[in-house]
């Protein structure tokens, strides 16, 4: 397999695409990852952003475009929104003020954008951002076809450490894998791709193609991915941020804590990382750590029959009598009304 890549970073995103050969007895499909930073506090220029690197993604033929975590609204690395054990200072509430006015409502005009952009540039696209519901906030991943529609999202079950004092906690009823004519798609989010029985779950739901929108640009990330490919038997596509001090905005209004006064503005604050893994454990593209960069891979549909002969982990290889799994994948609500439940079933037929 050959590796092509285009200009060095300094002249623009960086296409990297493998060469997988001419096999025309199975489909193959282009994807490609998004390795940029999103606009901190800016969602209207980051979404010009997001049409720009997808529109560059589909002049090189892309098919299924895959952002980063938190790429809409942003992934507040390095602030601790003034908490600590039994204290929130004003200055961190302001904070969460303006994070939370950076986040976008699902379904919303944001949402519809992004849909839009799918259909014009006739890829499928899975989007992170911050989704907005009320005054809670949670990491998201949406997921838009190649006609511009919304086929719904999923929402981290599992926010990591601090996070789980900006993020509500997804249930089980965002958990999807969505059948499409490039195949089985669905998505986990940074560190919830830790969790087995999660990961059980979606295999189950037959995917594919594993999107794994990321903020962990550590060495150890890739293992969790090629264990993934390997395991699920699917393509894995891990996205992440390549993202600078400068990215955010400078201090006092944005602190990174504990290490400010070691950062310059040309300061790596997240490498990257974003890469794609075959269901054999190749890595097809990436990982890549030196920009922001357009990270592409042909992606031959016949590899996952060929690592399913000899690993089917929902399959072959399960022992059900030994070990199951149950999914609760309803939604759930902190408040029902007796009187909305009554008025249903009291409505004619």
Same mark, same amino acid.
């Given at each position: ?11 623009? =995103?960086? !296409? ?10 199975? =489909? ?44 809409? +609204? ?6 601790? !929104? ?13 904070? !969460? ?14 949402? @519809? ?5 799918? #259909? ?9 951002? $911050? ?12 997921? !838009?076809?190649?006609? #511009? ?9 599992? =926010? ?9 906690? #997804? ?14 798609? +669905?998505?986990?989010?940074?560190? %919830?791709?830790?969790? =087995? ?9 037959? $995917? ?24 699920? *038997? ?12 400068? @990215?955010?905005?400078?201090?006092? %209004? ?18 990257? *990382? ?25 992606? @031959?549909?016949?590899? $996952? ?6 690993? @089917? ?12 799994? $149950? ?11 007796? /009187?909305? /439940? ?8």
């Amino acid at each position: 397999m050959a590796l092509v890549p285009t200009p060095a970073v300094n002249e623009g =995103p960086l !296409f990297a695409e493998v060469d997988m050969g001419d096999n025309s007895s199975t =489909p193959t499909v282009r994807a490609t990852v998004v390795q940029a930073s999103t606009i901190f506090y800016d969602t209207p220029a980051t979404l010009v952003k997001a049409e720009r690197l997808l529109a560059e993604a589909a002049s090189y033929g892309a098919q299924l475009v895959v952002f980063p975590e938190a790429f809409i +609204g942003g992934y507040p690395r390095g602030s601790t !929104f003034g908490v600590s054990i039994g204290n929130r200072t004003a200055k961190g509430k302001e904070e !969460f003020r303006k994070y939370h006015a950076s986040a976008i409502d699902v379904p919303g005009p944001e949402v @519809d954008r992004l849909a839009a952009m799918a #259909g014009k540039y006739k890829v499928y696209l899975v989007m992170g951002v $911050i989704e907005r519901d009320g005054y809670t906030l949670y990491c998201t991943v949406l997921f !838009f076809d190649s006609q #511009g529609h919304f086929l719904g999202k999923h929402r981290k079950i599992m =926010p990591t450490a601090l996070e789980r004092i900006i993020w509500g906690f #997804g249930d089980g009823s965002t958990i999807p894998v969505y059948d499409t004519p490039l195949g089985k798609i +669905g998505a986990a989010i940074c560190w %919830e791709n830790r969790m =087995p029985l999660l990961r059980t779950a979606m295999y189950a739901k037959g $995917i594919e193609i594993y999107c794994a929108p990321t903020a962990d640009s550590r060495d150890v990330w890739q293992a969790s991915m090629t264990h993934i490919a390997l395991e699920g *038997g699917c393509f894995v596509l891990s996205a992440n941020q390549f993202c600078r001090r400068k @990215d955010y905005p400078p201090p006092p %209004e944005y602190v990174f804590s504990g290490t400010e006064e070691d950062l310059t503005p040309d300061s790596i604050v997240c490498a990257g *990382g974003s890469v794609i893994i075959s269901p054999s454990g190749a890595v097809l593209a990436g990982p890549n750590y030196e920009g922001e960069a357009l990270i592409s891979a042909d992606l @031959d549909l016949g590899e $996952i029959a060929r690592a399913k002969f000899d690993f @089917d982990v929902v399959g072959h290889y399960a022992r059900p009598e030994v070990l199951s799994l $149950i999914v609760r994948d309803h939604a759930v609500s902190p408040v029902s009304f007796t /009187s909305t /439940s009554s008025k249903a079933e009291s409505s004619p037929k």
